[in-house]
């Protein structure tokens, strides 16, 4: 009688678990927190990509030198774009927006307030680059988007579609 009732208790406990980790994911397929209760809202054909070199190496491409730290955090893959998520160590949105990327000859806007975000947007061969670095009391994130389409990439990236998908 007490080896089944410790067999139940592991039972129960596993199963306890396992609910508690079910519930936690899929509360969070729609999302990617990221620091402070700040978390990042997935749209419909957006998939978080496991960070490998390839990723890796893309996302560092786009920069011209590593003065500035911004590790990459989650790559979100859909048909015609990615998207690329940083968190920015040591340094500020205004270091950030005096800072030249790579290839921002074709720049078509910039727009920063040098305190709390600033946003960009530029073409690099058939690629359309938007990046946006927002400021959350104090913690910064930063977003390089990478698509083949300027219509998406309008409809989709612009300052205001970004920051709209940012929830607290």
Known sequence: MLFNFKRM??????LS???MFMCCT?????????????????????EVMSIDSKKKELFDSYFDEKSI???LFRCIKAD????????????SVKELSDYHLKHTVNQSLFESDSTN???MNYRKGNDNIAVLSKDFDNNLIYILTVSNS???????FSK?????????
């Open 117 to 119: 975000y600033f946003y």
């Open 80 to 91: 015609e774009y990615l998207i690329f998520l940083g968190i920015p160590f040591n340094t």
């Open 69 to 71: 730290q911004i590790p």
């Open 9 to 14: 208790k592991k039972t129960i406990l596993f």
């Open 17 to 19: 678990i396992t609910f």
């Open 160 to 168: 205001n579609s970004l920051s709209e998908r940012f929830n607290k």
């Open 150 to 156: 300027v219509e998406l990439s309008d409809a989709l």
């Open 26 to 46: 899929s509360k969070s397929e729609g999302s990617i927190v990221l620091f402070n209760d700040i978390a990042f809202k997935l749209i419909d054909g957006e």
